[in-house]
Protein backbone atom coordinates (compact mmCIF):
# COMPACT_ATOMS: atom_id res chain seq x y z
CA UNK A 1 0.00 0.00 0.00
CA UNK A 2 3.18 2.41 -0.16
CA UNK A 3 2.17 5.45 -1.48
CA UNK A 4 4.65 6.75 -4.22
CA UNK A 5 4.39 9.09 -6.71
CA UNK A 6 6.92 7.21 -9.25
CA UNK A 7 9.78 8.74 -10.64
CA UNK A 8 11.67 9.82 -7.77
CA UNK A 9 9.53 9.07 -4.74
CA UNK A 10 9.45 5.59 -6.45
CA UNK A 11 13.07 5.04 -5.45
CA UNK A 12 11.88 5.25 -1.84
CA UNK A 13 8.82 2.81 -2.77
CA UNK A 14 12.13 0.04 -4.28
CA UNK A 15 14.09 0.41 -1.06
CA UNK A 16 11.05 0.45 1.38
CA UNK A 17 8.80 -2.27 1.66
CA UNK A 18 5.23 -1.62 0.39
CA UNK A 19 2.53 -2.86 2.40
CA UNK A 20 -0.12 -5.21 0.55
CA UNK A 21 -3.17 -3.62 -1.29
CA UNK A 22 -5.48 -5.19 1.56
CA UNK A 23 -3.71 -3.11 4.25
CA UNK A 24 -4.32 -0.39 2.69
CA UNK A 25 -8.25 -0.61 1.70
CA UNK A 26 -8.52 -1.68 5.34
CA UNK A 27 -9.13 1.07 7.18
CA UNK A 28 -10.08 -1.18 10.02
CA UNK A 29 -7.28 -3.36 10.30
CA UNK A 30 -4.77 -2.48 12.95
CA UNK A 31 -1.05 -1.76 11.96
CA UNK A 32 1.92 -4.02 13.66
CA UNK A 33 2.20 -1.45 17.00
CA UNK A 34 5.13 0.84 17.08
CA UNK A 35 6.86 2.19 20.52
CA UNK A 36 6.00 5.86 20.95
CA UNK A 37 8.93 8.48 20.23
CA UNK A 38 10.23 10.15 23.24
CA UNK A 39 12.55 12.54 21.11
CA UNK A 40 11.90 15.21 23.24
CA UNK A 41 9.15 16.77 25.61
CA UNK A 42 7.73 19.73 24.11
CA UNK A 43 7.06 22.66 26.36
CA UNK A 44 4.15 23.46 28.05
CA UNK A 45 2.49 26.61 25.77
CA UNK A 46 -0.21 29.33 26.70
CA UNK A 47 -3.49 27.33 25.26
CA UNK A 48 -2.96 24.57 27.92
CA UNK A 49 -5.85 24.73 30.53
CA UNK A 50 -4.14 21.96 32.53
CA UNK A 51 -2.16 19.40 32.25
CA UNK A 52 -2.56 15.42 30.91
CA UNK A 53 -2.79 12.48 32.83
CA UNK A 54 0.65 10.53 33.27
CA UNK A 55 -0.63 7.14 31.56
CA UNK A 56 -2.66 7.42 28.13
CA UNK A 57 -4.17 4.19 26.69
CA UNK A 58 -4.71 4.63 22.78
CA UNK A 59 -8.03 3.90 21.62
CA UNK A 60 -8.72 1.41 18.84
CA UNK A 61 -10.40 4.06 16.60
CA UNK A 62 -9.57 7.70 16.56
CA UNK A 63 -7.94 10.67 14.28
CA UNK A 64 -4.89 10.70 15.79
CA UNK A 65 -3.12 9.91 12.13
CA UNK A 66 -5.47 12.33 9.71
CA UNK A 67 -3.97 10.00 6.92
CA UNK A 68 -5.31 7.10 8.31
CA UNK A 69 -1.80 5.58 8.88
CA UNK A 70 -1.13 4.75 12.78
CA UNK A 71 0.76 2.15 13.66
CA UNK A 72 -1.86 1.50 16.73
CA UNK A 73 -5.13 3.11 15.68
CA UNK A 74 -7.66 2.91 12.69
CA UNK A 75 -8.62 6.40 11.70
CA UNK A 76 -12.61 6.79 12.13
CA UNK A 77 -12.81 8.73 8.65
CA UNK A 78 -9.23 7.74 7.04
CA UNK A 79 -9.69 9.71 4.38
CA UNK A 80 -9.75 13.29 5.63
CA UNK A 81 -8.67 16.17 3.55
CA UNK A 82 -5.27 16.78 5.48
CA UNK A 83 -3.10 19.60 5.54
CA UNK A 84 -0.32 18.41 3.16
CA UNK A 85 3.22 18.40 4.79
CA UNK A 86 6.36 19.37 3.14
CA UNK A 87 9.71 18.07 1.52
CA UNK A 88 13.42 18.32 2.64
CA UNK A 89 15.74 18.11 -0.43
CA UNK A 90 18.66 16.84 1.42
CA UNK A 91 17.49 14.94 3.50
CA UNK A 92 16.88 11.13 3.86
CA UNK A 93 15.34 10.03 7.15
CA UNK A 94 12.24 7.52 7.92
CA UNK A 95 9.84 10.15 7.11
CA UNK A 96 11.35 12.24 4.60
CA UNK A 97 13.38 11.59 1.24
CA UNK A 98 13.49 12.51 -2.20
CA UNK A 99 11.79 15.99 -0.88
CA UNK A 100 8.32 15.09 0.11
CA UNK A 101 7.14 14.11 3.24
CA UNK A 102 6.03 9.85 3.99
CA UNK A 103 3.76 9.07 6.28
CA UNK A 104 4.83 5.55 7.78
CA UNK A 105 6.13 4.57 4.31
CA UNK A 106 2.97 5.92 2.71
CA UNK A 107 3.05 8.94 0.76
CA UNK A 108 0.33 11.02 1.76
CA UNK A 109 0.94 14.23 -0.61
CA UNK A 110 -2.17 15.98 -2.45
CA UNK A 111 -3.39 18.86 -4.40
CA UNK A 112 -3.96 22.13 -3.30
CA UNK A 113 -4.04 25.82 -5.24
CA UNK A 114 -4.08 28.40 -3.17
CA UNK A 115 -4.73 32.09 -3.26
CA UNK A 116 -2.75 34.01 -0.38
CA UNK A 117 -3.20 37.38 1.21
CA UNK A 118 -0.62 39.19 2.39
CA UNK A 119 -0.54 42.83 4.85
CA UNK A 120 1.78 44.11 7.69
CA UNK A 121 -1.21 45.33 9.32
CA UNK A 122 -1.85 44.62 12.89
CA UNK A 123 -4.50 41.95 13.18
CA UNK A 124 -4.36 41.08 9.55
CA UNK A 125 -2.73 37.68 10.58
CA UNK A 126 -5.54 36.59 13.17
CA UNK A 127 -8.75 38.13 12.11
CA UNK A 128 -10.45 38.16 8.95
CA UNK A 129 -14.09 38.12 7.34
CA UNK A 130 -14.74 36.35 4.04
CA UNK A 131 -18.12 37.04 2.10
CA UNK A 132 -18.54 34.23 -0.57
CA UNK A 133 -21.86 33.23 -2.42
CA UNK A 134 -21.95 28.90 -3.19
CA UNK A 135 -22.06 28.10 -6.81
CA UNK A 136 -25.20 26.22 -8.05
CA UNK A 137 -24.34 22.65 -9.62
CA UNK A 138 -26.13 21.91 -13.69
CA UNK A 139 -29.58 20.36 -12.92
CA UNK A 140 -28.89 17.83 -14.88
CA UNK A 141 -27.19 14.82 -12.92
CA UNK A 142 -23.98 14.20 -13.90
CA UNK A 143 -22.22 12.32 -17.12
CA UNK A 144 -19.29 10.14 -17.96
CA UNK A 145 -18.79 10.23 -21.63
CA UNK A 146 -16.80 12.58 -22.45
CA UNK A 147 -13.52 13.94 -20.66
CA UNK A 148 -13.94 17.80 -20.71
CA UNK A 149 -17.68 18.00 -22.02
CA UNK A 150 -19.31 15.94 -19.57
CA UNK A 151 -22.02 17.13 -16.83
CA UNK A 152 -19.47 17.91 -13.78
CA UNK A 153 -21.01 18.60 -10.17
CA UNK A 154 -19.06 20.50 -7.42
CA UNK A 155 -18.22 17.32 -5.42
CA UNK A 156 -16.14 15.84 -8.11
CA UNK A 157 -14.11 19.05 -9.01
CA UNK A 158 -12.84 19.67 -4.86
CA UNK A 159 -14.31 17.67 -2.01
CA UNK A 160 -13.70 20.44 0.24
CA UNK A 161 -12.90 24.30 -0.50
CA UNK A 162 -11.29 25.85 2.38
CA UNK A 163 -10.02 29.35 4.01
CA UNK A 164 -6.98 29.17 6.37
CA UNK A 165 -5.05 30.42 9.31
CA UNK A 166 -2.22 29.49 11.31
CA UNK A 167 -2.70 28.18 14.57
CA UNK A 168 -0.67 28.49 17.70
CA UNK A 169 0.50 24.54 18.81
CA UNK A 170 3.68 24.33 21.14
CA UNK A 171 3.26 20.23 20.78
CA UNK A 172 3.70 20.23 16.96
CA UNK A 173 6.41 20.71 14.59
CA UNK A 174 9.46 21.54 15.44
CA UNK A 175 7.97 21.57 19.41
CA UNK A 176 9.17 25.32 20.10
CA UNK A 177 7.18 27.15 22.15
CA UNK A 178 4.47 29.14 20.56
CA UNK A 179 3.29 32.85 21.62
CA UNK A 180 -0.29 33.32 19.99
CA UNK A 181 -0.93 36.53 18.04
CA UNK A 182 2.84 37.10 17.39
CA UNK A 183 4.80 37.63 14.49
CA UNK A 184 8.37 36.10 16.30
CA UNK A 185 6.75 32.64 15.63
CA UNK A 186 7.82 32.76 11.96
CA UNK A 187 10.80 30.88 10.62
CA UNK A 188 14.04 32.85 9.96
CA UNK A 189 14.01 31.49 6.39
CA UNK A 190 18.27 31.67 6.76
CA UNK A 191 20.20 28.58 7.17
CA UNK A 192 20.41 27.67 10.15
CA UNK A 193 18.19 30.10 11.64
CA UNK A 194 14.64 30.05 13.65
CA UNK A 195 12.89 26.91 12.22
CA UNK A 196 9.64 28.86 13.63
CA UNK A 197 7.36 28.20 16.56
CA UNK A 198 5.13 25.01 16.95
CA UNK A 199 2.28 25.58 14.87
CA UNK A 200 -0.87 23.83 13.34
CA UNK A 201 -2.83 24.28 10.23
CA UNK A 202 -6.48 25.72 10.46
CA UNK A 203 -9.15 24.48 7.52
CA UNK A 204 -12.31 25.90 7.41
CA UNK A 205 -13.64 23.22 5.06
CA UNK A 206 -16.95 23.49 3.29
CA UNK A 207 -18.63 20.06 1.64
CA UNK A 208 -20.66 20.34 -1.52
CA UNK A 209 -23.66 18.09 -2.22
CA UNK A 210 -24.01 15.06 -3.98
CA UNK A 211 -21.94 11.95 -2.77
CA UNK A 212 -23.12 11.36 1.00
CA UNK A 213 -22.03 10.21 3.30
CA UNK A 214 -19.39 12.14 4.84
CA UNK A 215 -18.40 9.11 7.15
CA UNK A 216 -16.46 7.79 3.97
CA UNK A 217 -17.77 9.88 1.05
CA UNK A 218 -17.53 13.71 0.93
CA UNK A 219 -21.10 15.39 1.21
CA UNK A 220 -23.53 15.76 4.14
CA UNK A 221 -26.43 15.28 1.54
CA UNK A 222 -27.48 15.21 -1.96
CA UNK A 223 -28.75 18.81 -1.74
CA UNK A 224 -27.00 20.93 0.80
CA UNK A 225 -23.51 22.42 1.38
CA UNK A 226 -22.41 21.93 5.28
CA UNK A 227 -19.41 23.31 6.65
CA UNK A 228 -16.77 21.95 9.53
CA UNK A 229 -13.59 23.42 11.33
CA UNK A 230 -10.21 21.83 11.06
CA UNK A 231 -7.33 21.49 12.83
CA UNK A 232 -4.03 19.68 11.76
CA UNK A 233 -1.00 19.54 13.73
CA UNK A 234 2.30 17.38 12.95
CA UNK A 235 3.85 15.12 15.77
CA UNK A 236 7.65 15.32 14.48
CA UNK A 237 10.88 17.14 15.23
CA UNK A 238 12.78 19.70 13.53
CA UNK A 239 13.72 18.15 10.16
CA UNK A 240 11.68 15.28 10.63
CA UNK A 241 14.17 13.79 12.56
CA UNK A 242 11.86 11.95 14.70
CA UNK A 243 8.23 11.77 14.43
CA UNK A 244 5.16 9.77 16.63
CA UNK A 245 4.52 7.06 14.30
CA UNK A 246 1.35 6.29 16.03
CA UNK A 247 0.06 9.72 15.69
CA UNK A 248 1.51 12.03 13.10
CA UNK A 249 -0.67 14.18 12.25
CA UNK A 250 -3.65 13.98 14.31
CA UNK A 251 -6.56 16.53 13.60
CA UNK A 252 -9.47 18.23 15.62
CA UNK A 253 -12.52 18.28 13.90
CA UNK A 254 -16.31 19.93 14.15
CA UNK A 255 -19.34 20.62 12.33
CA UNK A 256 -20.55 23.90 12.51
CA UNK A 257 -23.40 23.88 14.37
CA UNK A 258 -26.03 26.29 14.28
CA UNK A 259 -25.93 26.11 18.85
CA UNK A 260 -21.79 26.10 18.58
CA UNK A 261 -21.83 22.51 20.22
CA UNK A 262 -19.70 19.79 18.45
CA UNK A 263 -21.50 17.13 17.11
CA UNK A 264 -19.19 14.56 18.85
CA UNK A 265 -15.76 14.71 20.83
CA UNK A 266 -13.58 16.93 18.36
CA UNK A 267 -10.08 15.83 19.74
CA UNK A 268 -8.11 13.11 17.85
CA UNK A 269 -8.21 11.25 21.15
CA UNK A 270 -12.00 11.22 21.60
CA UNK A 271 -13.50 10.98 17.93
CA UNK A 272 -15.65 8.59 17.30
CA UNK A 273 -18.29 8.18 14.46
CA UNK A 274 -20.70 10.94 16.06
CA UNK A 275 -17.97 13.22 15.24
CA UNK A 276 -18.39 13.08 11.61
CA UNK A 277 -22.13 12.59 11.27
CA UNK A 278 -24.26 15.66 10.79
CA UNK A 279 -27.01 15.78 13.47
CA UNK A 280 -30.11 18.73 13.42
CA UNK A 281 -27.60 21.46 14.35
CA UNK A 282 -25.23 21.50 11.85
CA UNK A 283 -25.68 24.04 10.11
CA UNK A 284 -26.16 23.44 6.06
CA UNK A 285 -26.42 25.39 3.72
CA UNK A 286 -27.86 25.73 -0.21
CA UNK A 287 -26.25 26.12 -3.17
CA UNK A 288 -26.73 30.20 -4.19
CA UNK A 289 -26.58 31.72 -0.66
CA UNK A 290 -24.44 34.24 0.28
CA UNK A 291 -22.39 33.86 3.39
CA UNK A 292 -20.58 36.07 5.67
CA UNK A 293 -17.52 34.37 7.39
CA UNK A 294 -15.59 35.40 10.50
CA UNK A 295 -12.48 33.73 11.58
CA UNK A 296 -11.12 35.21 15.04
CA UNK A 297 -9.75 35.10 18.49
CA UNK A 298 -12.65 35.20 21.01
CA UNK A 299 -13.50 35.23 24.28
CA UNK A 300 -13.77 31.75 26.01
CA UNK A 301 -17.06 32.01 27.50
CA UNK A 302 -17.79 31.21 31.20
CA UNK A 303 -13.84 31.82 30.73
CA UNK A 304 -12.53 34.59 31.99
CA UNK A 305 -9.45 35.66 30.55
CA UNK A 306 -9.30 32.68 27.93
CA UNK A 307 -9.08 33.22 24.68
CA UNK A 308 -9.81 30.68 21.58
CA UNK A 309 -10.12 30.69 17.75
CA UNK A 310 -13.78 30.76 16.46
CA UNK A 311 -15.68 30.50 13.28
CA UNK A 312 -18.88 32.59 12.63
CA UNK A 313 -21.00 31.91 9.28
CA UNK A 314 -23.78 33.97 8.79
CA UNK A 315 -26.19 32.59 5.98
CA UNK A 316 -27.49 36.10 5.09
CA UNK A 317 -29.84 34.15 2.27
CA UNK A 318 -31.52 32.33 4.48
CA UNK A 319 -31.30 34.04 7.74
CA UNK A 320 -29.31 31.16 9.53
CA UNK A 321 -26.02 31.18 10.94
CA UNK A 322 -23.66 28.62 12.97
CA UNK A 323 -20.50 28.58 15.17
CA UNK A 324 -17.69 26.82 16.71
CA UNK A 325 -14.85 27.46 18.55
CA UNK A 326 -11.32 25.95 19.17
CA UNK A 327 -11.54 26.07 23.03
CA UNK A 328 -10.90 23.23 25.46
CA UNK A 329 -14.29 23.70 26.91
CA UNK A 330 -15.39 22.27 23.27
CA UNK A 331 -13.15 19.47 23.29
CA UNK A 332 -10.39 20.52 21.76
CA UNK A 333 -6.99 19.20 22.06
CA UNK A 334 -3.12 19.25 21.32
CA UNK A 335 -1.70 16.19 21.56
CA UNK A 336 2.34 14.97 22.86
CA UNK A 337 4.70 13.69 20.66
CA UNK A 338 5.85 11.20 23.65
CA UNK A 339 2.70 9.19 23.88
CA UNK A 340 0.04 10.87 21.69
CA UNK A 341 -2.22 11.88 25.04
CA UNK A 342 -4.29 14.71 24.80
CA UNK A 343 -4.44 18.07 26.71
CA UNK A 344 -7.35 20.51 26.77
CA UNK A 345 -6.33 23.33 24.50
CA UNK A 346 -7.56 26.25 23.36
CA UNK A 347 -6.18 26.93 19.38
CA UNK A 348 -5.11 30.32 18.96
CA UNK A 349 -4.23 32.40 15.83
CA UNK A 350 -0.58 32.15 15.42
CA UNK A 351 0.44 35.66 13.85
CA UNK A 352 -0.53 39.39 14.40
CA UNK A 353 -0.16 39.93 10.65
CA UNK A 354 -0.25 38.29 7.58
CA UNK A 355 3.15 39.03 6.07
CA UNK A 356 5.11 37.29 3.43
CA UNK A 357 7.22 34.24 5.56
CA UNK A 358 4.75 34.27 8.52
CA UNK A 359 3.43 30.36 7.50
CA UNK A 360 2.81 26.90 9.54
CA UNK A 361 6.51 25.65 9.53
CA UNK A 362 5.82 22.02 8.39
CA UNK A 363 2.70 22.59 5.81
CA UNK A 364 3.50 22.42 2.37
CA UNK A 365 1.47 25.71 0.95
CA UNK A 366 3.04 28.37 2.39
CA UNK A 367 0.55 30.74 3.99
CA UNK A 368 -1.80 32.28 6.98
CA UNK A 369 -4.67 33.74 5.30
CA UNK A 370 -5.60 32.15 1.61
CA UNK A 371 -8.67 30.81 0.29
CA UNK A 372 -8.07 26.99 -1.39
CA UNK A 373 -9.52 24.62 -3.12
CA UNK A 374 -8.77 21.18 -2.45
CA UNK A 375 -9.21 18.96 -5.30
CA UNK A 376 -7.59 15.92 -7.20
CA UNK A 377 -10.10 13.77 -5.49
CA UNK A 378 -12.58 11.93 -8.01
CA UNK A 379 -12.82 10.30 -10.82
CA UNK A 380 -16.13 9.70 -12.58
CA UNK A 381 -16.53 6.04 -13.95
CA UNK A 382 -19.16 4.09 -16.05
CA UNK A 383 -18.14 0.57 -13.80
CA UNK A 384 -16.71 -0.21 -10.75
CA UNK A 385 -15.36 -3.41 -9.56
CA UNK A 386 -13.57 -5.58 -7.10
CA UNK A 387 -15.63 -4.69 -4.19
CA UNK A 388 -15.01 -5.14 -0.34
CA UNK A 389 -16.96 -4.90 2.70
CA UNK A 390 -15.85 -2.62 5.42
CA UNK A 391 -16.69 -1.98 8.80
CA UNK A 392 -16.61 1.40 10.02
CA UNK A 393 -15.78 1.62 13.43
CA UNK A 394 -17.62 -1.78 14.51
CA UNK A 395 -20.62 0.83 14.47
CA UNK A 396 -22.10 0.18 10.76
CA UNK A 397 -20.58 -1.33 7.33
CA UNK A 398 -20.32 -0.38 4.09
CA UNK A 399 -19.62 -2.32 0.60
CA UNK A 400 -16.40 0.12 -1.09
CA UNK A 401 -15.46 -1.04 -4.83
CA UNK A 402 -11.83 -0.28 -5.70
CA UNK A 403 -11.24 -0.49 -9.90
CA UNK A 404 -13.20 2.20 -12.06
CA UNK A 405 -13.64 1.71 -15.48
CA UNK A 406 -14.75 4.61 -18.03
CA UNK A 407 -13.48 7.18 -20.51
CA UNK A 408 -11.02 8.79 -17.41
CA UNK A 409 -9.43 5.58 -16.70
CA UNK A 410 -9.00 4.73 -20.41
CA UNK A 411 -7.55 8.14 -21.09
CA UNK A 412 -5.28 8.20 -18.47
CA UNK A 413 -3.98 4.43 -19.69
CA UNK A 414 -3.33 1.31 -17.46
CA UNK A 415 -2.75 1.69 -14.36
CA UNK A 416 0.06 -0.89 -14.38
CA UNK A 417 3.45 1.32 -13.83
CA UNK A 418 1.41 4.39 -12.24
CA UNK A 419 1.91 5.78 -8.76
CA UNK A 420 -1.63 4.73 -7.83
CA UNK A 421 -2.47 1.43 -6.06
CA UNK A 422 -5.78 1.38 -6.74
CA UNK A 423 -9.13 3.74 -7.42
CA UNK A 424 -10.61 2.90 -3.74
CA UNK A 425 -13.01 4.02 -2.40
CA UNK A 426 -15.24 3.72 -5.20
CA UNK A 427 -19.43 3.83 -5.27
CA UNK A 428 -22.04 3.49 -8.08
CA UNK A 429 -24.60 5.73 -8.68
CA UNK A 430 -27.34 5.00 -6.24
CA UNK A 431 -25.26 3.88 -3.32
CA UNK A 432 -27.17 4.46 -0.31
CA UNK A 433 -24.11 2.86 1.76
CA UNK A 434 -25.16 -0.63 3.33
CA UNK A 435 -26.05 0.32 6.91
CA UNK A 436 -25.95 3.82 6.91
CA UNK A 437 -28.58 4.16 4.83
CA UNK A 438 -28.09 7.21 3.21
CA UNK A 439 -29.34 9.82 0.01
CA UNK A 440 -28.13 8.09 -2.85
CA UNK A 441 -24.94 8.97 -4.74
CA UNK A 442 -25.24 10.62 -8.09
CA UNK A 443 -22.81 9.64 -10.29
CA UNK A 444 -20.29 6.16 -9.91
CA UNK A 445 -17.01 7.09 -9.04
CA UNK A 446 -13.91 7.29 -6.76
CA UNK A 447 -12.36 9.16 -5.13
CA UNK A 448 -8.52 7.67 -4.71
CA UNK A 449 -7.77 8.00 -1.27
CA UNK A 450 -7.72 4.23 0.56
CA UNK A 451 -4.50 3.60 -1.02
CA UNK A 452 -3.33 7.07 -1.84
CA UNK A 453 -4.20 10.56 -0.83
CA UNK A 454 -5.37 11.45 -4.12
CA UNK A 455 -5.73 11.13 -8.50
CA UNK A 456 -1.63 10.58 -8.71
CA UNK A 457 -1.99 9.78 -12.68
CA UNK A 458 -3.99 13.07 -13.09
CA UNK A 459 -7.06 11.14 -15.11
CA UNK A 460 -9.62 12.49 -12.91
CA UNK A 461 -12.32 15.38 -13.39
CA UNK A 462 -10.53 17.91 -12.25
CA UNK A 463 -7.51 17.49 -14.41
CA UNK A 464 -9.93 18.30 -17.27
CA UNK A 465 -11.34 21.29 -18.39
CA UNK A 466 -14.87 20.39 -16.44
CA UNK A 467 -14.26 23.42 -14.34
CA UNK A 468 -16.77 26.34 -14.32
CA UNK A 469 -16.38 28.49 -17.22
CA UNK A 470 -18.59 31.38 -15.49
CA UNK A 471 -20.85 31.75 -12.39
CA UNK A 472 -24.06 30.54 -13.88
CA UNK A 473 -24.29 26.76 -14.19
CA UNK A 474 -24.13 25.09 -17.78
CA UNK A 475 -22.77 21.54 -18.60
CA UNK A 476 -20.29 22.93 -15.76
CA UNK A 477 -21.29 23.88 -12.59
CA UNK A 478 -21.43 27.61 -11.55
CA UNK A 479 -17.80 29.12 -9.62
CA UNK A 480 -17.46 30.22 -6.44
CA UNK A 481 -17.92 33.95 -6.27
CA UNK A 482 -15.60 35.00 -3.60
CA UNK A 483 -15.36 38.59 -2.46
CA UNK A 484 -11.72 40.04 -1.05
CA UNK A 485 -11.33 39.44 2.52
CA UNK A 486 -11.03 42.08 4.58
CA UNK A 487 -8.96 42.46 7.86
CA UNK A 488 -10.48 44.88 10.75
CA UNK A 489 -12.09 47.32 8.08
CA UNK A 490 -9.34 47.05 5.63
CA UNK A 491 -8.24 45.09 2.66
CA UNK A 492 -5.42 43.19 2.65
CA UNK A 493 -2.35 44.98 -0.08
CA UNK A 494 -1.00 42.00 -1.76
CA UNK A 495 -1.99 38.04 -2.98
CA UNK A 496 -0.37 35.43 -5.05
CA UNK A 497 -1.02 32.07 -5.88
CA UNK A 498 0.48 29.36 -5.37
CA UNK A 499 0.57 25.02 -5.87
CA UNK A 500 1.90 22.01 -4.05
CA UNK A 501 0.93 19.78 -7.29
CA UNK A 502 4.23 18.87 -8.13
CA UNK A 503 4.97 17.35 -4.83
CA UNK A 504 2.62 14.38 -6.88
CA UNK A 505 4.11 14.40 -9.97
CA UNK A 506 6.16 11.15 -10.46
CA UNK A 507 8.02 12.90 -12.99
CA UNK A 508 9.11 15.11 -10.59
CA UNK A 509 12.26 14.95 -9.22
CA UNK A 510 15.80 17.05 -8.44
CA UNK A 511 17.36 15.36 -11.41
CA UNK A 512 14.24 16.10 -13.47
CA UNK A 513 13.30 19.93 -13.11
CA UNK A 514 11.51 19.55 -16.48
CA UNK A 515 9.05 17.28 -15.07
CA UNK A 516 7.65 19.94 -12.38
CA UNK A 517 5.17 21.56 -14.42
CA UNK A 518 1.96 23.20 -14.14
CA UNK A 519 -0.41 21.58 -15.78
CA UNK A 520 0.86 17.90 -14.61
CA UNK A 521 3.15 16.44 -17.82
CA UNK A 522 1.12 13.45 -17.49
CA UNK A 523 -2.03 14.26 -17.11
CA UNK A 524 -4.30 13.02 -20.05
CA UNK A 525 -6.93 16.50 -19.93
CA UNK A 526 -3.66 18.62 -19.89
CA UNK A 527 -5.37 21.13 -17.56
CA UNK A 528 -5.12 22.94 -14.23
CA UNK A 529 -7.91 24.83 -12.91
CA UNK A 530 -6.98 28.42 -11.88
CA UNK A 531 -8.21 31.44 -10.79
CA UNK A 532 -9.43 34.38 -12.20
CA UNK A 533 -10.62 38.34 -10.62
CA UNK A 534 -13.30 40.39 -11.92
CA UNK A 535 -14.95 43.99 -11.11
CA UNK A 536 -13.35 46.80 -9.26
CA UNK A 537 -12.45 48.44 -5.99
CA UNK A 538 -14.96 46.80 -2.91
CA UNK A 539 -17.23 44.93 -5.77
CA UNK A 540 -14.06 42.84 -6.99
CA UNK A 541 -14.77 39.08 -6.75
CA UNK A 542 -12.60 35.96 -7.04
CA UNK A 543 -13.54 33.43 -9.23
CA UNK A 544 -12.03 29.66 -9.65
CA UNK A 545 -12.02 26.99 -11.97
CA UNK A 546 -11.50 28.13 -15.98
CA UNK A 547 -13.50 31.43 -15.90
CA UNK A 548 -12.08 33.83 -18.77
CA UNK A 549 -13.59 36.71 -20.95
CA UNK A 550 -14.48 40.17 -21.44
CA UNK A 551 -13.67 42.12 -18.06
CA UNK A 552 -12.09 39.03 -16.34
CA UNK A 553 -8.89 39.22 -15.32
CA UNK A 554 -6.97 35.64 -15.45
CA UNK A 555 -3.64 36.32 -14.50
CA UNK A 556 -1.65 33.83 -17.04
CA UNK A 557 -4.39 31.26 -16.01
CA UNK A 558 -1.96 28.46 -15.26
CA UNK A 559 1.22 30.59 -15.65
CA UNK A 560 0.06 32.80 -12.48
CA UNK A 561 1.37 29.76 -10.14
CA UNK A 562 4.91 31.39 -11.50
CA UNK A 563 7.73 28.81 -10.86
CA UNK A 564 9.58 26.29 -8.87
CA UNK A 565 10.57 27.15 -5.71
CA UNK A 566 12.84 24.08 -4.87
CA UNK A 567 16.22 25.32 -4.82
CA UNK A 568 14.79 27.79 -2.17
CA UNK A 569 11.89 25.90 0.22
CA UNK A 570 13.65 22.44 -0.01
CA UNK A 571 10.64 21.11 -1.97
CA UNK A 572 8.91 21.23 -5.08
CA UNK A 573 6.22 24.12 -4.39
CA UNK A 574 5.25 26.57 -7.62
CA UNK A 575 4.57 30.34 -6.55
CA UNK A 576 3.92 33.36 -8.22
CA UNK A 577 5.17 36.80 -7.24
CA UNK A 578 3.32 38.91 -5.43
CA UNK A 579 0.70 41.09 -6.69
CA UNK A 580 -1.15 44.34 -5.16
CA UNK A 581 -4.84 43.60 -3.98
CA UNK A 582 -5.76 47.36 -5.09
CA UNK A 583 -6.43 46.55 -8.44
CA UNK A 584 -9.30 43.97 -8.67
CA UNK A 585 -8.07 43.37 -12.74
Not at 212 to 229: I, Y
Not at 465 to 486: I, N
Not at 559 to 569: C, I, L, P, W
Amino acid sequence: MGRSTGGSAAAGRRARPAIVLVAALAMLVLLVPGTALASGQAKRHTGHVRRTHRHFTIRKHGELDCNGYSRRQVAIRADLACTDIRGLRGVSNDWTWHGRFFDNGHYIGHDEPDMTFLSSAAGSGNNVIWTETLPLDPSAAPTVGKPGSDVTHWFELSPAPWFSMAQCDSNSYPQLPCSPMSDENAPSGKAHGYPGAGGAFMEMQFYPPGFPPFADGVSCNDTQWCAALNIDSLECTLGFAHCNPNCTEPVNFAYIQTDGVPAGPPSPQKTNLSTFTPNGKTLLMNPGDHLWIHMWDAPVPGHPGQMAFKVEIKDLTSGKSGYMQASAENGFQNTSIVDCSGTPHNFEPEYNTAKQGNITPWAALRTDISTEYETGHFEPCTKVTDPIVISLFGMATDTVWTRCSGPYEAAGGSDSGSPEISDASCFPAGDTHGTLNTAPDEVTGCQDNLSQNGDLDFDGTPYWPDWPTSTTPGTFPGSFQQALPVTLGRQYGQYFMQTDLALSESTCSAGTPAGCAVPPPNAPGQFYPYWSRTGSGDSCTILFGNVSGPGIATMGKQAQYGTNQAATVGYPEFEGAPRSNAKCT
